[in-house]
Antibody
């Protein structure tokens, strides 16, 4: 079965960076992209971006273009999302999801809580 | 920027139909997708490409789209359908990636 297992909760200080991992299994990694979505406490879902696992093509939401890096490691079927220059309003649960074409996420990871606090 | 508009909340009695709308200017040219999110859990895809149900999703979930509005219908809502529901789409140009609606809290009581 399709599974996406994310790294655990972390706490970072303002100005620091965070890197979240997403290990996939149960499907051919290079046949689907990876989408990243975040959800601040009590808020809705926010699309951050998408990366192809086939040719490394990327697309980012304007809000994150300057601060986010998305990468993949095909031998381990793992995707990574790094967010830099963290602020308190980056406190959120970050989800990875399998991306169908460049269009929509279908299977989701369990989420990784990132807390930004001094 | 591209936006999708949903009502904040919908209430329904068990066994009745719940309808959640999602409006957006690009919907005539882009598919709508619907996600269910229960408290403390990751979202689950319940409708893709306007009206298709993934395997394992109950038949009481259906979707439709006409013009600038898409609708998720839960026919005969169950207590376990109490959740937040988000619509999702892409802008028709493909330049701005994906966007979620703000979400609709469905209360079944």
């Amino acid at each position: 079965q399709v599974q996406l297992v994310q790294s655990g909760p972390v706490v970072r200080k303002p100005g620091a960076s965070v890197k979240v991992s997403c290990k996939t299994s149960g499907y051919t990694f290079s046949s689907y992209g990876i989408t990243w979505v975040r959800q601040a406490p009590g808020q809705g879902l926010e699309w951050m971006g998408w990366i192809s696992t086939y040719n490394d093509k990327r697309k980012f939401a304007q809000n994150f273009q300057d601060r986010v890096t998305m990468t993949t490691d095909t031998p381990t079927s793992t995707a990574f999302m790094e967010l830099r220059s963290l602020r308190s309003d980056d406190t959120a649960v970050y989800y990875c999801a399998r991306g169908v074409a460049q269009i929509y996420p279908d299977y989701w990871g369990q989420g990784s809580l990132v807390t930004v606090s001094s | 920027s591209y936006e999708l508009t949903q009502p904040p909340s919908v209430s329904v009695s068990p066994g009745q139909a719940a309808r959640i709308t999602c409006s957006g200017d690009a919907l005539p040219k882009s598919y709508t997708y619907w996600y269910q999110q229960k408290s403390g859990q990751a979202p689950v895809l319940v409708i893709y490409e306007d009206s298709n149900r993934p395997s394992g999703i109950p038949e009481r979930f259906s979707g439709s789209s006409s013009g600038t509005m898409a609708t998720l219908t839960i026919s005969g809502a169950q207590v376990e359908d109490d959740a937040d529901y988000y619509c999702y789409s892409t802008d028709s140009s493909g330049n701005h990636g994906g966007v979620f609606g703000a979400g609709t809290k469905v209360t079944v009581l």
